[in-house]
């Protein structure tokens, strides 16, 4: 599930590798996931790629005066390989061919088509919807007082920190790592932090968004591998020792994700209720 300091990784290792690259060809096999159709696919072939951007979770391909913007959704994975896929390969969702030989591949695991890319005029991008709504980039942190302002809404910590247009790169892994890191109850509201919870919050943005940066600098090579060695303390880590205090790390099970949490640091000792298990004894 990438979220900023994957896709940071990602657009970082994408950059050095193409380095002087230019497009033979490009191709859609996953015909859903091209959500635009003018300028056409077509006007990338010939051109040299600059390199490769983050904005929020999206990469943006650009070359010249056009980018191609991705989102990898929870299971797209943008990579260079050395050698053309398969036309085979049902995971494949966008290609670009590269002279030299070299395929820089959109793939998407599972079966859902999620992922998806757009190729847009270079001047188009900021205005673009999935841009234009995107609040401050999560790490670097935005200065305190501007943090404060964007945190002070009457919401549930874990959902509005997920809100790409509150902050921009956090989801669901890393939201757990950030709350854990700052104490905070998942289920307390923006609005009711005080100067010193904020402080935690905010301090918690670089800390835990910047550590995990520094750690795929450190352990990640030349190529982005399909699974990050990611630097969780608590994230997946239901039943486990709290690494701080020792208690169990209990989690919550929602239709489509897990949170986890410390009940002694960030609960006041309250193991929260599990809707999973609500539902089942309905
Ligand atoms: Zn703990």
Do not use: H
């Given at each position: 599930m990438p979220e900023l300091p994957e896709v940071e990784i990602t657009a970082r290792r994408?950059?050095?590798?193409?380095?002087?690259?230019?497009?033979?060809?490009?191709?859609a096999p996953g015909l859903v996931a091209l959500k635009t159709f003018d300028p056409p696919l077509e006007a990338l072939v010939g051109r040299e790629l600059d390199g490769v951007r983050r904005i929020g979770k999206m990469l943006a391909v650009e070359a010249g005066d056009l980018t191609l913007l991705i989102h990898l959704m929870s299971a797209g994975r943008l990579q260079l390989f050395d050698a053309r896929a398969s036309l085979r390969d049902r995971a494949s969702r966008v290609l670009v061919r590269l002279e030299d030989g070299r395929e820089l591949r959109l793939r998407e695991f599972g079966t859902q088509q999620r992922a998806w890319a757009k190729l847009l005029r270079s001047d188009a991008v900021a205005d673009d919807d999935a841009v234009a709504g995107l609040g401050p980039d999560a790490y670097p942190a935005p200065p305190l007082d501007e943090f404060a302002g964007l945190i002070a809404q009457p919401r549930h910590l874990h959902p509005l920190l997920r809100d790409q247009r509150t902050?921009?790169?956090?989801?669901?892994?890393?939201?757990?790592?950030?709350l854990?890191?700052?104490?905070?109850?998942?289920?307390?509201?923006?609005s009711d932090l005080d100067s010193a919870e904020l402080e935690a919050l905010h301090g918690a943005c670089d800390e835990v968004l910047g550590g995990a940066l520094d750690h795929y600098e450190q352990v990640i090579g030349d190529t982005v591998p399909d699974k990050l060695p990611m630097p969780l303390q608590v994230h997946r880590r239901a039943g486990e020792e709290c690494?701080?205090?020792?208690?169990?790390?209990?989690?919550i099970h929602f239709k489509?994700?897990?949170?986890?949490?410390c009940p002694e640091e960030q609960t006041g000792g309250r193991i929260l209720k599990d809707r999973r298990l609500s539902r089942l004894l309905k």
């Open positions: 994408l950059t050095a590798g193409l380095a002087d690259a230019r497009v033979e060809s490009v191709l902050i921009a790169g956090i989801g669901r892994s890393w939201v757990d790592e950030l854990w890191t700052a104490r905070l109850s998942p289920f307390q509201k923006g690494p701080r205090c020792g208690a169990r790390i209990e989690a489509d994700y897990v949170m986890c949490y």
